[in-house]
């Protein structure tokens, strides 16, 4: 089992930063992926960016240069470090962990997700 929290939403100002905190708990020797995704009001839930095992990292294009997700050296937190936030940037924002174990002898796949944190960038 995995435990996800994240933590540090808040209102930040056009042009500012904001650093997003996923704090992972259990079985953390599992984890394979850990992805931020955002969900603004009225649209779909959106991958922002992505940290494989390996530390590479990965971010779609309209987020890339402002958005960076790393790892907190020695732990288990996963970040993310957003820059010249705009209003387009408001939504909340969860983060997922993916995992790959053994269940029975069958590699098993599983996804946990936290409850989320609300960032706003009034316009």
């Known amino acids: 089992q995995i435990q996800v929290v994240e933590s540090g939403g808040g209102l930040v100002p056009a042009g500012g930063s904001r650093r997003l905190s996923c704090a992972v708990s259990g079985n953390i020797e599992d984890i394979s992926v850990v992805a931020w995704y955002r969900q603004a009001p009225g649209k779909q839930r959106e991958a922002v960016a992505s940290i494989a095992i390996s530390n590479r990292d990965y971010y779609p294009d309209h987020v890339k240069g402002r958005f960076t997700i790393f790892r907190e050296k020695g732990g288990s937190t996963v970040y993310l470090q957003m820059n010249s936030l705009t209003p387009d940037d408001t939504a909340v924002y969860y983060c997922?962990?993916?995992?790959?174990?053994?269940?029975?002898?069958?590699?098993?796949?599983?996804?946990?997700w936290g409850q989320g944190t609300q960032v706003t960038v009034p316009s």
């Open positions: 997922r962990v993916d995992t790959l174990s053994t269940v029975g002898g069958t590699l098993e796949r599983r996804e946990y």
